[in-house]
């Protein structure tokens, strides 16, 4: 059986297969099956804490990390790599009623998220870090962020470039986009856990 991402965090970070080029070329634009299986749906809550920030200046892609504690929901049940789902992020930020977001950054988005050890920049720990497809207004750090994991893309890769790792982002974003798209994933945008 293949280790989850809790079990292989117990002894040294492993390695991860490069990315190549016929790997990228050959990318399916949809994943999974019409509905979300197990373990999905996986919910995962937390402040969004703070990461080395090169999501947002080397990769175009920010990421919103999530706290230590909340990981142990997913990664004992997966493995390593990217995944799709709904995230959303609370107006109000716990402790300082000058920081609110406005109603379209508040609400349910699509997201994806990377949950590892981002061997590209051979991170020593490993995280879950969600990128929310949405132009946000201002920043969330410390905000409650609530998300829903439905489904997996890929395993996490190694890169040897910068431009091939925000190529396969970019093909993350659009297949996450597109399997998001069926009426069996859609529906978790309404899903109770966004209710409140
Ligand atoms: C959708 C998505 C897929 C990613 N895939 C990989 C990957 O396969 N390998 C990798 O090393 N990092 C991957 N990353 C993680 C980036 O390396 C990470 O976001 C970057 O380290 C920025 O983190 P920071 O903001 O904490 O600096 C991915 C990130 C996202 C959002």
């Given at each position: 059986?293949?280790?989850?991402?809790?079990?292989?965090?117990?002894?040294?970070?492993?390695?991860?297969?490069?990315?190549?080029?016929?790997?990228r070329a050959v990318r399916p634009d949809i994943v999974g099956p019409e509905e979300p299986q197990p373990p999905f749906p996986i919910i995962l809550t937390g402040a969004v804490q703070k990461g080395f920030g090169?999501?947002?200046?080397?990769?175009?892609?920010?990421?919103?990390?999530?706290?230590?504690?909340?990981?142990?929901?997913?990664?004992?049940?997966?493995?390593?790599?990217?995944?799709?789902?709904?995230?959303?992020?609370?107006?109000?930020?716990?402790?300082?009623?000058?920081?609110?977001?406005?109603?379209?950054?508040?609400?349910?988005?699509?997201?994806?998220?990377?949950?590892?050890?981002?061997?590209?920049?051979?991170?020593?720990?490993?995280?879950?870090?969600?990128?929310?497809?949405?132009?946000?207004?201002?920043?969330?750090?410390?905000?409650?962020?609530?998300?829903?994991?439905?489904?997996?893309?890929?395993?996490?890769?190694?890169?040897?470039?910068?431009?091939?790792?925000?190529?396969?982002?970019?093909?993350?974003?659009?297949?996450?986009?597109?399997?998001?798209?069926?009426?069996?994933?859609?529906?978790?945008?309404?899903?109770?856990?966004?209710?409140?």
């Amino acid at each position: 059986m293949v280790e989850t991402a809790a079990e292989s965090a117990q002894h040294e970070r492993p390695p991860a297969p490069v990315s190549k080029g016929t790997f990228r070329a050959v990318r399916p634009d949809i994943v999974g099956p019409e509905e979300p299986q197990p373990p999905f749906p996986i919910i995962l809550t937390g402040a969004v804490q703070k990461g080395f920030g090169r999501g947002g200046k080397d990769l175009g892609c920010p990421t919103a990390n999530l706290p230590d504690e909340s990981l142990p929901v997913m990664s004992s049940v997966t493995q390593t790599g990217v995944y799709y789902g709904y995230a959303r992020v609370a107006a109000d930020k716990v402790g300082d009623p000058s920081h609110t977001l406005s109603a379209e950054d508040a609400v349910v988005h699509p997201m994806v998220m990377s949950l590892g050890w981002n061997p590209f920049y051979k991170n020593e720990r490993l995280t879950a870090e969600i990128h929310i497809m949405h132009e946000f207004e201002s920043d969330f750090y410390g905000h409650e962020m609530k998300a829903i994991v439905l489904g997996y893309i890929r395993p996490e890769l190694d890169y040897v470039s910068r431009d091939a790792l925000v190529e396969d982002i970019e093909t993350d974003k659009r297949v996450a986009l597109n399997s998001l798209a069926r009426l069996g994933y859609e529906k978790y945008r309404d899903h109770e856990l966004f209710q409140t």
